[in-house]
């Protein structure tokens, strides 16, 4: 079965970098359109960012625009999110996900995602 795996979360100061990974199992990972959602507690979950097949395209969110970057490894089956200058109000539970196959709706909704990690936390502090 399909497996997301999200790794890499932790507490750090703010200011600081984390690098998300998220590793998938059971599906040519490379025919998938790949995003990051993060959920601050009593928030709803939100788009971060998201990749194309090839790892040429990518979106992200005007709140991680400049400080976030997201890659993938498309021979690791891997995705990355690497997070730079990182404030209080980027800690979340971070997901990464994998869009349904020809999904023609906006990657930056939920509902286009099909497969969904368990999340790993993020914690900055002030």
């Known amino acids: 079965q399909v497996q997301l795996v999200e790794s890499g979360g932790g507490l750090v100061q703010a200011g600081g970098s984390l690098r998300l990974s998220c590793a998938a199992s059971?599906?040519?990972?490379?025919?998938?359109?790949m995003g990051w959602f993060r959920q601050a507690p009593g928030k709803e979950r939100d788009f971060v960012a998201a990749i194309s097949q090839s790892g040429g395209s990518t979106g992200y969110a005007d709140s991680v625009k400049g400080r976030f970057t997201m890659s993938r490894d498309n021979a690791k089956n891997t995705m990355y999110l690497q997070m730079n200058s990182l404030k209080p109000e980027d800690t979340a539970v971070y997901f990464c996900?994998?869009?349904?196959?020809?999904?023609?709706?906006?990657?930056?909704?939920?509902?286009?995602?099909?497969?969904w990690g368990q999340g790993t936390q993020v914690t900055v502090s002030s």
């Open positions: 059971g599906l040519t990972f490379s025919r998938y359109r």
């Open positions: 996900a994998a869009e349904f196959l020809g999904s023609t709706i906006s990657w930056g909704l939920e509902k286009g995602y099909h497969y």
